[in-house]
């Protein structure tokens, strides 16, 4: 049995698709079951081909990445979702990430680099390179106060002393494993705390904790 991680490419750049489509041909591990160049063509792509990771431009001619990425959230069992960027749109990344998607990518990341983040969401661990975790936040505190810090500080203040460490730690696009040696927990301690916080909290995955504690803390001094 084949156990290659699906992949499907969705970009209006023809040489995009093509770049990387051979950039991952080079791996035994991954397959590119397809590759679509608009959002309308995501559905039907999943419903046909069943990838387990979908990267996922942002700037498309009819229906835009963010819109295709919302509509994928909200699929019973949704693919993983890694959004390939430039720096000129951070209120749209913000926007990605509230929608759930699994991993933030800008377009000259190195090939490898690129192959690790689709490894890592597939395993169930989102991935944010750090510049672009950097770059969000920074905007984040720069909007002025957020009409969702309150809700912010009201969904955290939920979680258990224990469970707020590894929110914090989260926070900060710590791995399972860094935050286990910072608090002295087991990798698979570190996934049950992060498995109950995603139920507690409603939400998709650990990008969106991310966001949380980083909602909360916009205009007390500490982002």
Sequence with gaps: MDSSIRVLIVDDDALVRAGLTMMLAGADDLAVVADVADGTEVVPAVNQYRPDVVLMDIRMPRLDGLAATERLRARREPPEIIILTTFDT??????????????????????????????????????????????????????????????????????????????????????????????????ATVKAYVSRMLTKLELNNRVQIALLVHDASVGDGSS
């Design 90 to 187: 951070d209120d749209h990344i913000l926007r990605a990430m509230r929608a759930g998607a699994s991993g933030f990518l800008l377009k000259h990341t190195p090939p490898p680099e690129i192959m690790r983040a689709i490894r890592q969401v597939a395993a169930g661990e989102p991935m944010i390179s750090p510049e672009v975790l950097r770059r969000m936040m920074t905007y984040v505190a720069g909007t002025g106060v957020d009409p969702r810090r309150q809700r912010a500080r009201d969904l955290l203040a939920r979680l258990s002393e224990g469970e707020r460490a590894v929110a914090m730690l989260v926070g900060q696009g710590r791995t399972n494993s860094e935050i286990g040696r910072e608090l002295s927990l087991s990798v």
